[in-house]
């Protein structure tokens, strides 16, 4: 059997698709996988990703790389191009490209309708955003969202095809620590990885240090990237870490009580209520109670695996700690977290590719 090819493409790699590569790659006897992109790549984040990939192609920095797509097209000689957002604009150029000979899969981080503010990637916004995300979506032969919320918003807008995939931001199995139960002394110390901001955007969270500071709450924050503005709001209780690489980082985790997982709501509500971000995953990884306000994903999640509070704003979330059995909650992430790993999930993806490209896949004997 020829091995499976698949080309990624997108603007930005993140970790999701490096991720999924990992997880193919455990799963599939045979397959050769390609990544294309044109901002930064992923060494400095998640190691260089060498491993997971067979091949990158950089695809330059053109606001519309129409025609290095075509040449990526042309080299990787895929059959599947599995095509991330944002931008929607991508996956349009794909199609076109493709011209229905070869099956386009869009995958929706994140809805440009559903957005106040612009998507942060260091290139233009295109100025036919809501056009480009109905041609994507409607385009393709299958899409992959990251939680059940998105789908519904999605198919309250457009129709999107037959095929899809709801997978969400889990994390790999091989990133899965061996955990040693040590009982909450005194009240929970908090942490906060991940991105930060300072543009009043979902990301900006200073606000938010500061509030659960004044309840007396300690608050460790373990920035992506460096965050000098949050440098400055260091004080008694609030401590801003140098950014450290992925595999410390969940090496450190364990080492509090509670994550973190709350947005600033004052823009992008809409597209805070579809969203389960990796750090949600990776603080169940470690054994952590969650906290977190009434975003509509979060706060389903959360709830509903009886994991962690959800405030109903920051104000109150030193009350809602106090009221919670935090043992029993981290007991259950602990015992959550051999549910929500890619390599697990990853089926449903291989399926869905086995679907639009029409073959079968060279599945490893268990």
Not at 94 to 114: F, S
Not at 215 to 228: C, E, F, I, N
Request: with cysteine; charged share 20%.
């Amino acid at each position: 059997m020829t091995p499976v090819r698949v080309l990624f493409l997108q603007r930005q790699p993140c970790i999701r698709t490096l991720k999924y590569a990992v997880a193919l790659r455990s799963a599939l006897s045979d397959i050769h996988l390609t990544f294309a992109f044109q901002g930064t790549t992923l060494t400095g984040y998640y190691g260089t990703g060498d491993e997971a990939f067979d091949e990158w192609i950089f695809l330059g920095e053109a606001a519309h790389p129409a025609a290095e797509i075509h040449r990526a097209i042309e080299r990787a000689r895929p059959d599947v191009i599995h095509s991330h957002n944002l931008p929607d604009l991508l996956t349009v150029i794909a199609l076109e490209a493709a011209d229905g000979r070869l099956p386009v899969i869009h995958d929706v981080h994140d809805m440009q309708a559903l957005r106040q503010t612009p998507y942060c990637d260091g290139f233009p916004e295109p100025r036919d955003a809501a056009t480009l995300e109905r041609r994507a979506i409607e385009g393709s032969a299958a899409l992959v969202t990251v939680s059940p919320e998105l789908l519904e918003e999605i198919q309250a807008r457009y129709r999107p095809p037959h095929d899809v995939v709801v997978f969400p931001n889990l994390i790999l199995a091989r990133d899965l620590l061996p955990l040693v139960e040590r009982p909450l002394a005194g009240p929970p110390g908090i942490v906060y990885e991940g991105s930060l901001s300072t543009d009043g955007g979902h990301y900006d969270l200073r606000e938010h240090f500061v509030h659960l500071v004044e309840q007396d709450l300690r608050v460790d924050v373990h920035p992506a990237r460096p965050a000098p503005a949050y440098v400055e709001l260091a004080r008694p209780g609030l401590t801003i870490h140098d950014p450290v690489d992925p595999g410390a980082l969940m090496r450190t985790l364990p080492g509090y009580g509670v994550g973190w997982a709350g947005f600033n709501q004052g823009l992008n509500n809409a597209h805070l209520d579809t969203v389960l971000p990796n750090k949600l995953f990776e603080y169940v990884a470690a054994g952590l109670a969650v906290a977190t306000l009434r975003h509509r994903a979060l706060a389903r999640f959360v709830s509903g695996h009886g994991i962690g509070v959800v405030g109903d704003t920051v104000a109150d979330l030193a009350a809602r700690l106090a009221e919670a059995d935090l043992e029993a909650m981290r007991r259950r992430a602990r015992s959550l977290r051999a549910e929500i790993t890619v390599e697990g999930a990853i089926g449903s993806l291989i399926d869905l590719y086995a679907t639009v490209a029409g073959r079968s896949m060279p599945v490893r004997a268990a």
